[in-house]
């Protein structure tokens, strides 16, 4: 959805759809938690962005993370299951128009093919700005997102 990746320009009041994808991820480091920005993620392959999440990790462990590695993401990610969180939900941070919170995976009760079965379940949520994003778009998004990580061939081949 574009609107995900979108912002208003402060100056013109306009909607700007941007044409890149600078997207924050959670990275611990001896400080705790650090948000950490891998930029132009729609030009990188998933090996590339394990690769450059190992690098920002490797940054954070040994201390050495630059200003370019923190700020200005277009969209963002948050991780409240690891520290056993159900539902939680994140903040938008500028220039960002959405964050995306995943929370912790927990066996629950599922029906398939008619029986209850113990089945991991992860909730997701997503914090984003109304003036961009209608609810419509917001379910649309995280229904992707779910459909990819429940079958992450769909992912690999970009379906």
């Known amino acids: 959805t574009p609107s995900v ?17 600078d997207i924050s991820v959670p990275i611990p480091s001896p400080r705790g938690m650090i948000s950490c920005v891998i930029r132009d993620v729609q030009s990188l392959s998933v090996r590339d ?13 040994r201390d050495e993370l ?9 969209f963002g990610i948050v991780d409240s299951g690891v520290a056993g969180g ?15 919170g995943t929370n912790a995976i927990v066996k629950r ?14 909730y997701l949520s997503l914090t984003y700005d109304h003036r961009l994003i209608d609810g419509r778009e917001a379910v649309t ?16 081949l970009d379906l």
């Open 5 to 21: 990746n979108a912002l208003i320009d402060d100056g013109s009041k306009e909607t700007v759809f941007r044409d890149y994808a």
């Open 141 to 156: 998004f995280l229904c992707s997102v779910r459909d990819k990580m429940e079958d992450p061939t769909r992912m690999l």
């Open 109 to 122: 009760a599922a029906v398939v093919d008619g029986k209850v079965v113990a089945r991991p379940i992860m």
């Open 86 to 100: 159900m539902l939680g939900t994140a903040m938008i941070n500028s220039p960002q128009s959405a964050v995306m």
């Open 49 to 61: 962005i394990e690769h450059k999440i190992a690098g920002l990790a490797d940054k954070a462990r």
């Open 66 to 74: 630059a200003v370019e590695d923190l700020g200005d993401s277009t």
